[in-house]
């Protein structure tokens, strides 16, 4: 079993930046892909960001590419993801989850172990 915990989220103004943080723990031999999705009310979850466990692979949804970085250093179960020039529309619930594999992937309904998420408010 997998657990992920989530940190970071927080009520900003638009234009700040916010890092939020993503810890895996428990059986982490088998975790291929570590994510974030965000949900914002009334709408479905969106794809954010991914990075392979090794941090060899990133991937980057389409509407934040160029504003969001994740990292992760090779061998340690946290993940980090800075969101620059924050904006309204950024407001959400940001989700993290592990995938376990057998192979990366940014296909998150493939991701099996789910954090509570956390909440980012983007004031204008």
């Known amino acids: 079993q997998v657990q992920v915990v989530e940190s970071g989220g927080g009520l900003v103004q638009a234009g700040a930046s916010l890092r939020l943080s993503c810890t895996a723990s428990?059986?982490?031999?088998?975790?291929?892909?570590l994510g974030w999705v965000r949900q914002a009310p009334g709408r479905e979850r969106e794809f954010v960001a991914a990075?392979?466990?090794?941090?060899?692979?990133?991937d980057y949804g389409d509407s934040v590419k160029g504003r969001i970085r994740i990292s992760k250093a090779d061998g340690d179960n946290t993940v980090y993801m800075q969101i620059n020039s924050l904006k309204p529309e950024d407001t959400a619930v940001y989700y993290c989850?592990?995938?376990?594999?057998?192979?990366?992937?940014?296909?998150?309904?493939?991701?099996?172990?789910w954090g509570q998420g956390t909440q980012v408010t983007v004031s204008s």
């Open positions: 989850a592990a995938g376990a594999g057998p192979y990366y992937t940014v296909d998150y309904s493939d991701w099996e172990y």
């Open positions: 428990g059986h982490t031999s088998n975790i291929y892909t």
């Open positions: 990075i392979s466990w090794s941090a060899t692979r990133r």
